[in-house]
T-cell receptor, first 110, second 112 residues
């Protein structure tokens, strides 16, 4: 069965304390691995797409990496405004939609 | 551009009532989809469309109908609401198969 598994479910950090979120997937022929940020009461907001193992993308304090089995979202020196739920997803065949993990809820305390 | 617009933002229904959740996008995207989001379950695909006139079922289609008569609009219909359909519903669109989805801000539905 196609799966996207995220860990941990929740992560509490102090401001400035760097960490990583994990996303593992079970599919051959990955057609794209996506990271989203979701704030309470809002729709998911796109962050990154990764298409091949070894690929990396960065945006401010966030860096996404991809291997053949998993992706990491590294958060460097986080700030309270980085608090959100981070969602990982992979492309579902040629249907133009995604299979999502259950998310990691990140809380950054000042 | 407004992006993906969902209406209403909030809705309360009684068991057995029907309603339509509206979704419109102004980006000329071919692919559209409906998800529901429940605590501990993540986002689950209800129905999707690969173009005007073409729809198909996702993971959790029971109790929901869709149609796609235009590229812009993709309404989701609940024919007879049940408490199990209490959820937050998101509509999304994308121009290409492997491109990121653009999401609306959701409709929070409560069925009593």
């Amino acid at each position: 069965e196609d799966q996207v598994t995220q860990s941990p479910e929740a992560l509490r950090l102090q401001e400035g304390e760097s960490s990583s979120l994990n996303c593992s997937y079970t599919v051959s022929g990955l057609r794209g691995l996506f990271w989203y940020r979701q704030d309470p009461g809002k729709g998911p907001e796109f962050l990154f797409t990764l298409y091949s193992a070894g690929e990396e993308k960065e945006k401010e304090r966030l860096k996404a990496t991809l291997t053949k089995k998993e992706s990491f979202l590294h958060i460097t020196a986080p700030k309270p405004e980085d608090s959100a739920t981070y969602l990982c997803a992979r492309a579902r065949g040629s249907q133009g939609n995604l299979i999502f993990g259950k998310g990691t809820k990140l809380s950054v305390k000042p | 551009n407004a992006g993906v617009t969902q209406t209403p933002k909030f809705q309360v229904l009684k068991t057995g009532q029907s309603m339509t959740l509206q979704c419109a996008q102004d980006m000329n995207h071919e692919y559209m989809s409906w998800y529901r989001q429940d605590p501990g379950m993540g986002l689950r695909l209800i129905h999707y469309s690969v173009g005007a006139g073409i729809t198909d079922q996702g993971e959790v289609p029971n109790g929901y109908n869709v149609s796609r008569s235009t590229t812009e609009d993709f309404p989701l219909r609940l024919l007879s609401a049940a408490p199990s359909q209490t959820s937050v519903y998101f509509c999304a669109s994308t121009p290409l198969v492997d491109s990121p989805l653009h999401f609306g801000n959701g409709t929070r539905l409560t069925v009593t």
